[in-house]
């Protein structure tokens, strides 16, 4: 319970503070909806990112693809695009999604619905190494994964707010939004893979996720201006 609780913690905690920065709340009923559903949603990331890695076994046996670029660009793909299901399913015909930047605020619920199970996924895995590795592995996550699951999932959400102004393009832009989402995904996760060490590892990924923040805030403010246009 512990565990679980503790792989939950990061999600919650990025989602008050971003929460906090619309300045027309969204129905909290709507948000919880919207985290359950990228809870909710996630084993059909981890079912397509095993089919794919039993299918390059299949056609190379004895290939390990969990480590190669194709690898880590499906697995981005399925990811996003996943979290994209959970909102499209949970609020995208709401009446109260009524704003376009609604769309990134719910998309970051998503998001870290979705973090939250692979936080604890993550967590049970490293708590044979102790306490003090699986302490270190979830401070890693909160200002790292979790994070960045939030600010690629808002990249796609710009798009599917701009698509709000532009209905007739909408499908065009949702799919940018998602190659944007997958492109910024996967180069944090090779930041990860290209890395002498961990701390090394987390130099690259954090100045990966920075620049994602700055970009992130700048399009939310770009939406913000629009509506009041």
């Known amino acids: 319970m512990v565990l679980i609780l503790s792989g939950f913690l990061p999600s919650l905690l ?34 397509a990112q095993y089919l794919f890695s039993r299918a390059v076994q299949f056609f190379q046996p004895g290939y390990d693809p969990s480590f190669s670029g194709y690898f880590f660009v499906w697995a981005a793909f399925v ?9 499209k399913f949970a609020v995208l015909n709401n009446p109260d999604f009524d704003e376009p930047t609604d769309a990134m605020i719910y998309m970051i619920s998503a998001a870290l619905g ?28 909160f200002a790292g994964a979790t994070l960045l699951h939030a600010v ?28 944007a989402a997958t492109f910024a995904h996967f180069v944090f996760n090779i930041a990860l893979l290209t890395a002498n060490n961990q701390s090394q590892g987390f130099l690259y990924s954090s100045q990966a996720v920075i620049i994602l923040l700055i970009l992130i805030s700048v399009l939310f403010a770009r939406l913000r201006r629009r509506m009041v246009c």
Request: hydrophobic letters at 55%; proline letters at 4%; glycine letters at 6%.
């Open 79 to 87: 990811e996003e695009y996943v979290k994209y299901l959970a909102v």
């Open 152 to 179: 690629s999932s808002a990249l796609l959400g710009y798009f599917l707010g701009l698509a709000w102004f532009y209905r007739q393009h909408s499908r065009k832009l949702i799919i940018f939004g998602l190659a």
């Open 14 to 47: 990025w989602l008050i503070y971003y929460l906090r920065k619309d300045c027309h709340p969204e129905p909290k009923s709507l948000i919880a909806k919207t985290l359950a559903a990228g809870v909710l949603m996630a084993p059909l990331a981890i079912i």
């Open 114 to 141: 979705f973090a939250a199970i692979e936080n604890v996924l993550v967590l049970f895995q490293t708590i044979p190494n102790g306490i003090s590795a699986t302490a270190q592995i979830w401070f890693l996550r």
